[in-house]
């Protein structure tokens, strides 16, 4: 059985909205000690997503979310499996992915969600090969010569 989104990820997500301020998401962050909140329209579609390393720099408390979110938010349907998640993390080089169902937000995961897998045993990494075919660090890398 493979793992799915849905089974790894953070399934009370709290969201703000574009109008919302940056003191109200940093506070959200703050009380809920999370790193991340998506943006959403009215009708709960994914519109951006503000990360706590969007706040670092300072930012005055009253500006809008809409102005920091990041507008290139990436996604993935709940039913897919956690693989697709970490794939769009490495690519991208991002720690969050707003997981969809029928494009409204349902679901937020991180890559320490990921790592949970990893830490529980639940996931089984590919075999490397056999130890007959590994090359000792000292002959990894040097060229076979045939000897006349």
């Known amino acids: 059985m493979k793992t799915t989104i849905h ?5 009370r997500v709290l969201v703000a909205r574009p109008h919302h301020t940056v ?15 998506p943006v ?12 706590s390393a969007d706040l ?8 809008p979310v809409n102005r920091v979110m990041t507008t290139d938010v990436r996604t993935v349907p709940a039913y897919n499996d956690v693989q697709v998640a970490a794939r769009i993390m490495r690519r991208h080089k991002i720690h969050h992915v707003v997981v ?4 409204e937000v349902v679901g937020i995961v991180s890559s ?6 990893v830490e529980g045993h639940r996931f089984v990494a590919k075999p490397t090969g056999s130890a007959t ?4 660090p000292k002959t990894a890398g040097r060229a076979k010569t045939a000897k006349a």
């Open 23 to 37: 003191a109200h998401v940093r506070g959200l962050m703050e009380r809920n000690r999370i790193h991340a909140v």
């Open 112 to 117: 320490l969600d990921l790592l949970k897998l």
């Open 7 to 11: 089974d790894v990820m953070a399934k």
């Open 56 to 63: 670092v720099a300072e930012r005055k408390a009253e500006s």
């Open 100 to 103: 969809t169902h029928e494009k």
């Open 133 to 136: 075919t590994k090359k000792s």
């Open 40 to 51: 959403v329209d009215v009708e709960g579609r994914p519109l951006g997503i503000v990360t």
